[in-house]
């Protein structure tokens, strides 16, 4: 296969990357600049192409020759991100790299959303066709991404996939890490009666269902959650990560209210003067939104069997980041 992987420089698209360049495919990656994140990229026999996802020309020379893209790339939450750097990544330029497939020999296009456009899973678990209910501007530009694709799609002829990742945790990650950090530190303290669901997908067992995704005939024109094997409340969660780290699970508890009012009046200040704000009221939601996902159609349709225990992946985790001197 020669793939053609966008957002390789981060976490999950550099595992993906990776994973498919080990496997035989003939892997290209798009990076804004080079750096030594695309200098570690190209040392694993990944070609490297500079450019950005909203530059047409950079897209045209990446596709060439391709067989299929991975469309991994995503502007997260920052708060020096507005609302047209979320829509111009994460919605406009997935149609535009669909469009400007349609022109060349590739034949399949596996775009990365997140189980966040089902937002509050209100009766878990959820799966593909639960209700939409993107929470913030983020999740709201990725259900308008998921739109904009499926349109260009069926306009231009190209085979799209969708996949919904749940929380991805694994060596390498650092967004997870302030968790994993605070457990193993003894320093986290949870908000609310930590009794709301949270499910975690394993690097590895994510990648290989994009690579299912990109390759099982019968997965064009559908959409799949992409989650773990296992589903747990968020204490059950927490006591998993104390007991991988060899420390008695936190037993202190606080109510929410007060942290998400705090967290609006952080976000109002900080924001209009593009600072990253102490706190956000996103942060003090991972205590109060239920998120736990239904994975049989992908299971059914793809063969999407991950195979990666929690306590497993938490084990995995945490002895990365004792190499890198975290905890």
Not at 270 to 290: I, Q, W
């Amino acid at each position: 296969m020669r793939a053609v992987v966008t957002g390789a420089t981060g976490f999950t698209g550099g595992h993906l990357a990776r994973a498919l360049a080990r496997r035989g495919d003939h892997v290209r990656a798009l990076v804004r600049t080079r750096d030594q994140r695309s200098a570690a990229l190209e040392a694993a026999g990944i070609a490297i192409y500079e450019g950005d996802l909203l530059d047409p020309d950079a897209l045209a020379r990446l596709m060439a020759d391709a067989d299929i893209i991975y469309n991994i790339a995503a502007s997260y939450r920052q708060a020096s991100a507005g609302r047209e750097t979320y829509y111009g990544i994460n919605a406009t330029a997935v149609a535009r790299l669909i469009e400007l497939a349609a022109d060349t020999t590739v034949r399949r296009v596996v775009h990365c959303s997140t189980v966040g456009v089902h937002g509050d899973v209100e009766h878990p678990p959820a799966n593909e066709d639960a209700p939409l209910r993107p929470g913030d501007e983020y999740q709201r530009s990725k259900v308008e991404g998921e739109r904009l694709g499926w349109e260009a799609a069926e306009r231009c002829g190209v085979e799209l996939v969708v996949a919904r990742p749940s929380g991805i945790y694994g060596p390498g990650d650092t967004r997870l890490l302030k968790l994993f950090r605070g457990i193993a530190r003894r320093r986290f303290v949870t908000l609310g009666s930590g009794d709301i669901f949270y499910h975690l997908t394993y690097i590895d067992d994510l990648v290989e269902g994009f690579r299912r995704c990109g390759t099982v005939p019968a997965a064009a024109g559908r959409t799949y959650i992409l989650a773990g094997p296992e589903v747990t409340r968020l204490h059950e969660l927490v006591r998993l990560i104390a007991d991988g780290a060899g420390v008695a699970p936190p037993r202190l508890r606080l109510p929410v209210w007060p942290f998400w009012a705090a967290g609006a009046l952080c976000e109002a200040v900080c924001g209009p003067l593009g600072l990253e704000p102490p706190l956000y009221r996103r942060r003090v939601d991972f205590f109060t939104k239920s998120r736990a996902f239904d994975i049989s159609r992908a299971r059914a349709e793809i063969g999407f069997s991950p195979s990666v225990s929690l306590t497993d992946g938490i084990r995995r985790t945490l002895a990365w980041y004792r190499e890198q001197g975290w905890l």
